[in-house]
């Protein structure tokens, strides 16, 4: 196509957008934009995960554990870069292997120490503390 012609046909769309309704200039956006992405531009959750093609809520879940290069937390969301990204393999922070007894002469001495399994209910033993078990 021709200068000329790329730009009747771009007068064109601007005069029907003009009178076009909200939600199809919404629509419009919605499709456009990921042409339109500034590389510099940090995505949230939402759109990360729509391109990956994953849920929002994995992708977090995800970063949390430190497996998505390049994801920051700004306030209280995390952002990811534009680009393309290589989700990292899950780490294994829950071994269920007993572990050498702890240095103590308290009523722990002699037991040996293991770490929960990942569960959502054991989510806060997993890695930070450790279960005394028998």
């Not at 500034?38 to 990360?48: I, M, N, Q, T, V």
């Amino acid at each position: 196509m021709s200068h000329r012609s790329d730009s009747l046909l771009l007068d064109a769309l601007l005069d029907a957008l003009t009178d076009a309704a909200d939600a199809v200039k919404r629509e419009l956006v919605r499709q456009l934009r990921p042409y339109l992405l500034d590389d510099s531009r940090l995505l949230d959750a939402r759109e990360k995960a729509a391109q990956l093609g994953i849920h929002h809520e994995t992708l977090v879940r995800m970063a949390r554990d430190g497996r998505v290069p390049g994801a920051c937390k700004v306030g209280r969301e995390w952002r990811f870069p534009p680009g393309e990204v290589e989700i990292q393999p899950p780490r294994d922070n829950c071994p269920t292997v007993a572990s050498p007894p702890l240095p103590s002469a308290g009523p722990t001495a002699g037991r040996t120490s293991r770490v929960g399994r990942c569960h959502p209910r054991s989510l806060r033993i997993c890695g930070r503390y450790t279960v005394y078990g028998n």
